[in-house]
C-alpha cells in the first residue's frame, strides 16, 4: 500500500495561486491519482483524477482554475490552483486507486487551504 503526504497548502488571497504536491512512498505510475477536498460538516468532494495514462477529469467547481499533473520518476502529484476563490478554501487530500471502478486505498493527510484577503 502507498503512503500519501502532502505538501504546499497555505493561506492565500482570492484571486491568488497555490500548488500543492502529493507525494508517495512508491510507484504512482499504476494508480489513479486524486485530489479530495473537504470542508467542516460536509461530505468529501472530488476535485481532480489523474489516470495511469494520463487522462484527466475535473469537478465542475474547478474546471478552467486547477490543473492536476504527475511525475512518475519523481512519485509525486501536483495540483496546481489558480484564480482561487473563498469557496475553495478546504482541507485537501491525496488519493489513490487502482481504478475509478475500484475503492481508494490510499489517502494523504490533508493540507489546508484557505482563501481570504
Known amino acids: 500500500q502507498v503512503q500519501l503526504v502532502e505538501s504546499g497548502g497555505g493561506l492565500v488571497q482570492p484571486g491568488g495561486s497555490l500548488r500543492l504536491s502529493c507525494a508517495a512512498s512508491g510507484s504512482i505510475s499504476i494508480f489513479v491519482m486524486g485530489w479530495y477536498r473537504q470542508t467542516p460538516g460536509k461530505e468529501r468532494e472530488l476535485v481532480a483524477t489523474?489516470?495511469?495514462?494520463?487522462?484527466?477529469s475535473y469537478a465542475v467547481s474547478v474546471k478552467g482554475r486547477f490543473t492536476i499533473s504527475k511525475d512518475n520518476a519523481k512519485n509525486t502529484v501536483y495540483l496546481q490552483m489558480n484564480s482561487l476563490k473563498f469557496e475553495d478554501t478546504a482541507v485537501y487530500y491525496c488519493?489513490?486507486?487502482?481504478?475509478?471502478?475500484?475503492?481508494?486505498?490510499?489517502w494523504g493527510q490533508g493540507t489546508q487551504v484557505t482563501v481570504s484577503s
Open positions: 488519493s489513490a486507486r487502482r481504478s475509478m471502478f475500484e475503492s481508494i486505498l490510499s
Open positions: 489523474i489516470t495511469t495514462g494520463g487522462n484527466r
